[in-house]
Every structure is written in C-alpha cells, then in structure tokens.
C-alpha cells in the first residue's frame, strides 16, 4: 500500500495515543504502520529531497496540524500527548480527522490562514501533500526544466563552446587546482579526439 497522505493520519495518530500518556512519536509511527499495511519498501521511501522518509515526515505534519488545533501537545521534543479537547473529539467517533475538521477549532484557524485558492478546492490531490512535499516537487519541477532548458541550450551551440564548457565545469569542479591556466580546450581537426586539457 502506498504512504497514506497526511490528512489521512490525523485520526489513527489520535486514537493511538487516546489513553492520556506521553508517547514517542517515533514508536506511535511504528504502531500505524501495520494499520496501513505498509510495507518495509514503503517505510523506506524518502520525500522528494531525500532528506526524511516520507512516512516519517507525514506524521509530524499531522502532529503539527493536529497540536495547531490543540488536539495534541508536545511535552517534549519527538513526544505528543492527547489533550482533553482531543479525547473529546475521539468520543465522538468522528469518520475523518482532516483539515476541514480542524478548521471549527479557533486555535487551528489562527495558525493556519489557508488561501482562498486552497479552501476552493479540498479535494484536489496536491492539498493532500505536505508543504514541505509540494515545495520540494516544485523545486524538482523547475530543476528538471532548467536543465531541459539548459540542454537544448548547450546543444545549439558550436562545437568549440562545448569544449571549452566542459574544461570549464572540470576547472569549477576542482580539477587542474587553481591556476587560471591550468584547463585548456585543444579543439581543431587533427585533436586525435582530445577535446581539452587538465
């Protein structure tokens, strides 16, 4: 099964830690983990950086949505507590705990001022993502077309500029130390295929 999206963590997050002690956050997580039916592949996979696993990174932002609406509290870094106001919304045995919930909490609407743009449309895939996921997809987004851009770029110019890039990113990269003249491009008919020298 794929990592379940962060809205939809909230309410086994909730009720995992409904009996009123401090819980590890790293030890809640691996109490979800079967209700999904994740597997050790899923567990592995990381956000879009690299930096986190995913599955890791979506359960602090449903920690963090979950405290702004003072459904939780952190006593201690890497631990959360259910508050009473929390215990009160799990008797009500609600079937979702998502952001359109949280939002008749006033604490949770004064943290997050949402868009106009964003509260249109709450079903639309992207909203499901974390911020942290839909900045790094747009960084990977923009990267990939830069170097689309890039590319074409590079191969529209001669075939001397080629050259002589690439004895440049060799000399930026640290190659040939740090003398001015340490790179050049040979370039020419007879080069026996060397193109340039570190």
Same mark, same amino acid.
């Given at each position: ?9 909230? =309410?086994?997050?909730?009720? !995992? ?6 819980? *590890?956050?790293? =030890?809640?997580? *691996? ?6 039916? &994740? ?9 879009? @950086? ?18 702004? !609406?003072?459904?939780?509290? @952190? ?26 919930? =949280? ?28 911020? *942290?996921?839909?900045?790094? @997809? ?7 077309? &830069?170097?689309?851009? &890039?590319?074409?770029?590079?191969? !529209?110019? @001669? ?10 990113? =060799?000399? !930026? ?12 491009? &040979? ?12």
């Amino acid at each position: 099964m794929a990592v379940p999206f962060f809205q939809d963590i909230m =309410l086994p997050l909730l009720e !995992a830690i409904a009996d009123g002690q401090e819980h *590890q956050l790293r =030890l809640v997580r *691996q109490e979800l983990a079967p209700r999904f039916a &994740l597997t050790e592949n899923d567990l592995q996979e990381k956000t879009p @950086s690299g930096a986190q696993f995913l599955f890791a990174n979506r359960t602090a932002w449903a920690s963090l949505h979950l405290k702004h !609406a003072g459904l939780l509290v @952190s006593p201690m870094r890497g631990y959360v507590q259910i508050t009473s106001e929390g215990k009160r919304v799990i008797r009500e045995k609600p079937e979702k705990i998502d952001i359109s919930f =949280l939002k008749r909490f006033p604490t949770y609407a004064q943290k997050n001022r949402q868009s106009t743009q964003s509260e249109s449309k709450p079903e639309e895939p992207e909203t499901q993502k974390t911020p *942290q996921e839909l900045l790094e @997809s747009s960084f990977g987004t923009l990267r990939r077309t &830069l170097s689309e851009e &890039l590319l074409e770029k590079v191969k !529209a110019c @001669s075939p001397r500029f080629f050259e002589q890039l690439v004895v440049d990113l =060799l000399m !930026a990269m640290g190659y040939g130390g740090s003398l001015d003249d340490a790179g050049r491009t &040979l370039g020419g008919v007879k080069d026996g295929g060397i193109d340039g020298i570190i």
